[in-house]
């Protein structure tokens, strides 16, 4: 996958890694888990506020600018609150690999310190844009399909709020819900992928010509996934991406 940025005095070209694991890769086992959340029923109870987002703890992101694009794949743009939530969901990855390397994550300069000619800043958001290479690659096969129909973040965001306002309704009814009682960003992210993939992997099947309703399997998915993520077009906004930062 060979990234662009836009920036005065013409084009610069670096290569990314595409990252192999993290939760993104969803085994049946995985999507079961999330599945069997949705049958558990909440207490009722009146629900608690939602959490702060936790946009503002991967350095700043007023609401304003929650949709702006730092990249782009195959023309649909990752907004800044999606890129910057991923990234604090990987930042223990990254900081374990890179102590691993001699990194002290205590020291204030730990983000951007030189570990063999990368900081751990650098590659945490390498990680993030792999990984979102390979959600959004998912999400556009899905609209292509007619699985999915806005897939933009903003669009997610409404989902959540109205999903989280009718669960609220419900419980002030004293009424029976299944699954939390309130879903997080994050939470509901992985819930709504989850089912997309699902949908994806059967739409996938049949188009090869499989009838018997089964989706397509983990290894020709995985294949199919790898090829998407490889091939796609990504841009990135210098201006944005350049100061995405841990403080």
Known sequence: M????KARGGNRKFRLRLAEGGWHRLRPLAVLALLLLMLVPAACSPPKPPAESAVSEAGGGAATDLFTA????NGEP????????????????????????????AAKSFWTSDIGGRTPLGLLKEKTLD??????????????????EDIGYEAFLSRLDAENR??????????????????SEQTYYRYTLANLT??????????????????????????????QAANAVVRVNPSLYDKLSME
């Open 2 to 5: 060979t990234v662009r940025t």
């Open 70 to 73: 730092v990249a782009w794949v």
């Open 78 to 105: 990752v907004a800044d609150g999606e890129f910057r939530t991923r990234m604090l969901e990987l930042r223990g990855e990254v900081v374990a690999e890179t102590a691993k390397g001699g990194a002290d994550p």
């Open 131 to 148: 990984l979102l290479v390979r959600v959004k690659v998912q999400q556009i096969a899905a609209k292509e399909a007619g699985i999915a």
């Open 166 to 183: 009718t669960r609220s309704s419900r419980l002030r009814r004293g009424e029976v819900i299944y699954g939390p009682q309130q879903y």
């Open 198 to 227: 699902l949908a994806l992997r059967q739409w996938l099947a049949e188009k090869d010509g499989d009838r018997s309703g089964r989706p397509l399997d983990d290894e020709r998915y995985e294949a199919w996934l790898n090829r």
